[in-house]
C-alpha cells in the first residue's frame, strides 16, 4: 500500500500542499509519514511515526521550505515498523543527495543489497526502497538516466517518487502493479499515488503515469521517456479495487465507488440471500453493500456504527493489534436485532475480523448472519506491497468456503466469482495482476513461494 506525493510549485508553500495529499493518502499507511523539500539544490525532511496529524504541527510545517517536496505515509511489507524505515529516505550518495519515497515491494532485494554491499555502499535500514534510493545516488550519469538504469536491475512492483539535482522524479514498474498519476494545480505540476489526493489539493488529473514510465519534473516543465519497455500485459494490482484504493479515486479511468457497487449488484445476483436487510462493514463494504440492496431489493441498513478514529484494522503491523482493532472500531445498532441479516464486505483476508464482527452480530440480537464477499477468496499470497508474503496468513488458503464458514461463525458465505469481479471493473483482464486470486504471477517469485516480510532485519542490526 503506501502512499506518495510530489510537487514541484517554486511559488507555493510546497510543504504544506503535501500535507495535505498526505492527508487524501492517510488510508493507504498509518504507520509512519514523512514530508522531504528542496530548497535550492538543499534536501532535508522531516519523518516520524504515526499519522500525519500526529508527525507535523503548524510550527514544524513552517520549517519545511522548498521548491520541490514529496511526501509518504507508509505501510510496511519489507522491514519491520521502526523509525529508520520511515519514508521519505534521504540518502547522500558518491554522485548526489536522493530523497524517495516508495510504494510497492521488490523481490530481488536480497541480491541488489549483496551488490551494494560488495561495492562499498552503506545501507542503513532493512527497507526495499534504501537499495533503490542507493542505486541512484551512486551512480555518476545524469539523473534520468541513472533512474532508468536502476528501473531495469529492479524486480516486483515499485511507484516512486525522487528529489534530486532539483528536479522532481516519477516512476512506476513495467507492469504498473501500484497505482501513480500525474496532475497539474495551475501551471505546477503534481504527482500521487491515487486521483483522490490531487482532488484535495485543487489539482486536476492529467493521466496515470504509464507502465515502465519515468516523468521528469523540473524548470522545463513536464517531460517523460518510456525508460523500460512496459510489459506485454498491464497488470495494475485488484485489490486496489475492491479494497485499497480510496472509493472517489479513478484507476485505469474507471471511478472505483462505482466498480465496487457494480461488484455488489453482480454479488446479489450470483449468491442471494432471504434476508431482512442488507449492512455493510464500514467503510470499504459499503458501495457493494449499496449494490447487492439495490440488485436484491432487499433494504440497505447501517448496522455497525465505526469509530473512525481508529485506523484500519487489516494493516495494523502485527495480528494482535488487528484483534484489539476491531472491537475498538465497531459497534452493532438496536436494528439488527430480531433481523436476518447480510453482511457485505470487501475481502476475508485472515478472517480475525469477520469472526468478531459476526459474533458481535449474534450478541446484538440477528437471527441470522449471511456474509457476502464482494471479491474471490484470498488464495494465494501477494509480493507486491501488501502484507501476506505467505500463504499460511490466509484463512481461504488453508480452508474451504465451508470451513471458512465455519470458522466465522456466519449462517451462510458466498463470495463473488473472479468472472464477476472482473466485469465490474469494465476492463479487460490482462489490466490486471489477480495472483492473489488465482496465484498467475506477473514476475518471478521468490524461491519457496514466500516473502518474509523482516528478512532484512539481520542485515540493519550488523550495520
Known amino acids: ?19 495535505f495529499g ?21 534536501i532535508y525532511g522531516l519523518r516520524d511515526m504515526g499519522l500525519v496529524t500526529q508527525v507535523f504541527s503548524e510550527q514544524n510545517l513552517r520549517g519545511l521550505h522548498g521548491q520541490l517536496a514529496i511526501g509518504h505515509c507508509r505501510y510496511s511489507t519489507t522491514g519491520g515498523s ?11 550518495g558518491r554522485a548526489r543527495t536522493v530523497a524517495l519515497a516508495h510504494n510497492g515491494n521488490l523481490t530481488n532485494v536480497e541480491e541488489l543489497r549483496a551488490e551494494l554491499t560488495r561495492q562499498r555502499v552503506r545501507l542503513s535500514t532493512s527497507s526495499d526502497s534504501e537499495i533503490v534510493a542507493a542505486l541512484i545516488a551512486n551512480d555518476e550519469r545524469p539523473l534520468e538516466e541513472a533512474v ?49 489526493a490531487l482532488d484535495l489539493v485543487g489539482a486536476k488529473l492529467e493521466r496515470e503515469i504509464g507502465a515502465g514510465e519515468l516523468v521528469v519534473i523540473d524548470e522545463g516543465g513536464c517531460h517523460s521517456v518510456q ?15 475492491f479494497y485499497l484504493a480510496r472509493p472517489d479515486s479513478r484507476l485505469l479511468g474507471v471511478e472505483v465507488h462505482g466498480a465496487r457497487v457494480r461488484m455488489g449488484e453482480i454479488l446479489a445476483a450470483e449468491s442471494p440471500a432471504d434476508a431482512d436487510l442488507v449492512m455493510p462493514i464500514p467503510d470499504s463494504g459499503t458501495p457493494a453493500a449499496i449494490g447487492f ?81 464482494s471479491s474471490p477468496p484470498v488464495v494465494f499470497p501477494c509480493f507486491y506491497g501488501i502484507d ?69 532485519e539481520k542485515a540493519r542490526a550488523k550495520a
Not at 14 to 19: E, G, L, S
Not at 23 to 41: N, P, T
Not at 227 to 241: M, Q, S, W
Request: proline residues 5%.
Open 22 to 42: 498526505l492527508h487524501a493518502l492517510q488510508h493507504r499507511g498509518q504507520e509512519s509519514a514523512g514530508i522531504a523539500v528542496c530548497d535550492e539544490g538543499r
Open 82 to 92: 521502526h523509525w529508520e524505515n520511515s519514508q521519505p529516505l534521504v540518502l547522500r
Open 148 to 196: 532508468a538504469a536502476a528501473m531495469t536491475r529492479l524486480v516486483g512492483a515499485y511507484s516512486i517518487v525522487v528529489l534530486a539535482d532539483g528536479k522532481l522524479v516519477g516512476f512506476r514498474d513495467p507492469h504498473g502493479i501500484r497505482p501513480l498519476c500525474l496532475g497539474r494545480l495551475d501551471d505546477d505540476w503534481v504527482v500521487a499515488s491515487e486521483s483522490c
Open 293 to 373: 440492496s439495490r440488485a436484491s431489493g432487499i433494504p440497505f441498513s447501517e448496522g455497525l456504527i465505526k469509530n473512525r478514529y481508529v485506523g484500519r484494522t487489516f494493516i495494523e503491523p502485527e495480528q494482535r493489534l488487528r484483534d484489539q482493532g476491531v472491537r475498538l472500531k465497531f459497534n452493532p445498532l438496536d436494528e439488527v436485532a430480531g433481523k436476518r441479516v447480510v453482511i457485505v464486505d470487501d475481502s476475508i483476508v485472515r478472517g480475525s475480523t469477520t469472526r468478531q464482527i459476526v459474533t458481535m452480530l449474534f450478541e446484538a440480537g440477528a437471527t441470522e448472519v449471511h456474509a457476502r464477499i
Open 1 to 19: 500500500m503506501c502512499g506518495i506525493f510530489g510537487i514541484r510549485a517554486p511559488e507555493r508553500d510546497n510543504a504544506r500542499v503535501t500535507y
Open 388 to 456: 501476506f508474503g505467505d500463504a499460511e496468513q490466509l484463512i481461504a488458503g488453508k480452508k474451504s468456503v465451508e470451513e471458512v464458514r465455519r470458522h466465522i461463525g456466519a449462517t451462510s458465505l458466498s463470495h463473488l466469482s473472479l468472472e464477476g469481479l472482473q466485469a465490474a471493473t469494465e476492463r479487460p483482464e490482462t489490466s490486471f495482476c489477480r495472483a492473489c486470486l488465482n496465484g498467475s504471477y506477473p514476475t518471478p517469485i521468490p524461491e519457496g513461494g514466500k516473502l518474509i516480510k523482516l528478512r532484512l
Open 227 to 241: 525508460a523500460v519497455e512496459p510489459a506485454e500485459h498491464t497488470a495494475l494490482c485488484i485489490f486496489e479495487l
